[in-house]
């Protein structure tokens, strides 16, 4: 048995998608100890794109700005940025 902290938000939301799949909380939780143990890892990879600088919509974004700042016609493209916003 074994006994952990968890948000109340957090198990809510969890208990929720978990259901949605036809599992409980418990069983998600068993699935990824298991398979923690047998990668001998954790079993997914941890990060955030959503929350990283660099993530592809970022640099979209900075490199179509950039080109627009470094274009023949720069003033028009900013202008045009300004107005659009």
Do not use: C
């Not at 006994?3 to 957090?10: M, Q």
């Not at 923690?36 to 700005?65: D, G, T």
């Amino acid at each position: 048995m074994m006994k952990i902290e968890i948000d109340n938000k957090v198990k809510k939301d969890a208990d929720k998608l978990f259901k949605e799949l036809g599992l409980d909380t418990n069983t998600a939780i068993n699935i990824f100890l298991k398979q923690s143990i047998n990668k001998r890892a954790i079993p997914f990879k941890v990060k955030n794109e959503e929350h990283n600088f660099y993530n592809k919509n970022n640099v979209r974004i900075l490199k179509e700005r950039y080109d627009k700042l470094h274009s023949k016609d720069k003033n028009s493209a900013i202008i045009k940025e300004l107005i659009d916003e």
